[in-house]
Nanobody, 117 residues
Framework: EVQLVESGGGLVQAGGSLRLSCAAS????????IGWFRRSPGKEREGVSC????????HYADSVKGRFTISSDNAKNTVYLKMNSLKPDDTAVYYC??????????WGQGTQVTVSS
């Protein structure tokens, strides 16, 4: 059974930091890209960042470039999202997802990040 389990969300003041984790199981981790997405009330889901488990290549949304860092520990089948200089606009439910080729096939349950001003 494929599982993606996010953790690490919480309440933080503007300017603070959090590190999200996405623990994956049930599929061959090295064959997938793992992405982080977020959704806040009244807004569409936004792709935040993704990483290829095979070659480590990364991508970031313009809104988080320079503040967020995605990384992967293939030995632990876990992807991390380190979020620095957080802003109230970063408040959202953050989801991780796995993509084998084109579609984001698998999703976690999400973790809430709230940034207070």
């Amino acid at each position: 059974e494929v599982q993606l389990v996010e953790s690490g969300g919480g309440l933080v003041q503007a300017g603070g930091s959090l590190r999200l984790s996405c623990a994956a199981s049930g599929f061959t981790f090295d064959d997938y890209a793992i992405g982080w997405f977020r959704r806040s009330p009244g807004k569409e889901r936004e792709g935040v960042s993704c990483i290829s488990s095979s070659d480590g290549s990364t991508h970031y949304a313009d809104s988080v470039k320079g503040r967020f860092t995605i990384s992967s520990d293939n030995a632990k089948n876990t992807v991390y999202l380190k979020m620095n200089s957080l802003k109230p606009d970063d408040t959202a439910v953050y989801y991780c997802s796995a993509r084998e080729v084109v579609d984001w096939n698998y999703w976690g349950q999400g973790t809430q990040v709230t940034v207070s001003s």
